[in-house]
């Protein structure tokens, strides 16, 4: 139950409230109710009917005021809402007297007869619309929401939110209008529209920061968030995944462009620790090497380049590697160029050959036969050539 300037709400968004009551075609999912069969009806309605356990306001004779269904309902749905308001939760069932919490919970004799005996029960509220006035009065309340959804598996029931007391635009107008006879509510039930317009948007603007956290928000609004900060892979991580990113945003950011952060990078997106081979790392071997020519090929002149080393089939294919290659693009530094050399393991005179890295020191390497039939990529040094 909540209460904000001077509106006192009582929100149903619980499993154990939806499990309180009888669901038929329905079944709870987390904290959310969906259609037990989420599959595409083909454009045929498919049915289903809701009914809560009951809703204590705590006094006897309570009027019962606006309902608001927060769902996703589907183009062409139909939505029904009917409520029971009584000050005892006794009711009788077949001449014997029965407690409706128990008997919904029970629901002896299968969901179908259940829902059948407790039709008479249930005055109709409103249809066609998410909102609208429960108009019973009684200590405990039950609702009745049926529904006809053409594709169920769009279906989601987050919340129902009942209004015991609030402020009302009517309380702003003069005594001559707020002292109607008795029975006469038509400006009450008028103003009603615009109380639900109106203060459902303060709600909305107090809930902003709530909104805006992170940490608590979910689904689009966390996707938004994501794209605010930058994070182009939003739609495709779960919720919990891109919080996960998210929360560690500030330290990446802080080391974007860094050898570092590119290293942390590559080893996220990859699942493989890079070797960064930077100007200055072979700088003082160019100058001073005979084999320029050999250097300049390998490595160019530009200081502003560096080559990023990965092992060979890293990718699973050319559409991988291009989008590897976009991220990559994002975090280098600014008038820097990445260049990504795969290594394939063995030693191949005159290309990318690092000990430690790719090289195959005395180690054998089998034959492949392909459609080239050709030997591996090794060089043996010395050794008799009979062998």
Known sequence: MGQDRGRMIMTLNRSGEWRRGLLSGLRAEGHEVVFSERTDSGGLLS???????????????FAWGGIRIDADLPENSVLRVSC?????????????????????????????????????????????????????????LWLRLELLVPQPERFRLRSIKLVLAREKLLDYLPEI?????????????????????FFEMEDRIGRIPERLDWTVTQGPM???????????????????ALRERMSGLAEEYGAIGTRPGIERFVE????????????????????????????????GTDPHRFFLLLPDGVFPGTQAAAAFQRKLRENV????????????????????????V?????AWSPVRIDENVTLS??????????E
């Open 47 to 61: 049915g289903a009917v809701l009914v809560t356990g009951s809703i204590d306001s705590t006094e006897p004779g």
């Open 84 to 140: 029971h308001a009584s000050d005892s939760r006794e009711i009788t069932v077949d001449g014997e007297p029965a407690d409706l919490d128990r008997f919904l919970r029970g629901s002896h004799g299968g969901v179908e007869s259940a829902l059948a005996l407790l039709s008479p029960l249930f005055s109709p509220a409103f249809s066609g619309s998410r909102d609208g006035l429960a108009g019973v009065t009684g200590r405990w």
């Open 177 to 197: 209008y707020r002292d109607t006879p008795e029975g006469d509510d038509f400006l009450r039930r008028f103003l009603e529209v615009f109380d639900s317009t």
């Open 222 to 240: 966390l996707r938004t968030l994501a794209e605010w900060v930058c994070l182009g892979d939003a739609p495709e991580l779960s919720d919990a």
């Open 268 to 299: 996220k997106e990859l699942g493989v620790k890079p070797t960064i081979v930077e100007w200055f790392d072979w700088e003082r071997m160019y100058r001073e090497s005979p084999d320029r020519e050999q250097m300049e090929e390998l490595f």
């Open 333 to 356: 530094p600014a008038g820097a160029e990445a260049e990504i050399v795969l290594l394939r393991q063995g030693i191949v005179l005159g290309k990318h050959t690092y000990l430690g």
């Open 358 to 362: 790719n090289s195959l020191v005395g």
């Open 377 to 386: 990529y090794d060089t043996l040094i010395g050794g008799d050539p009979d």
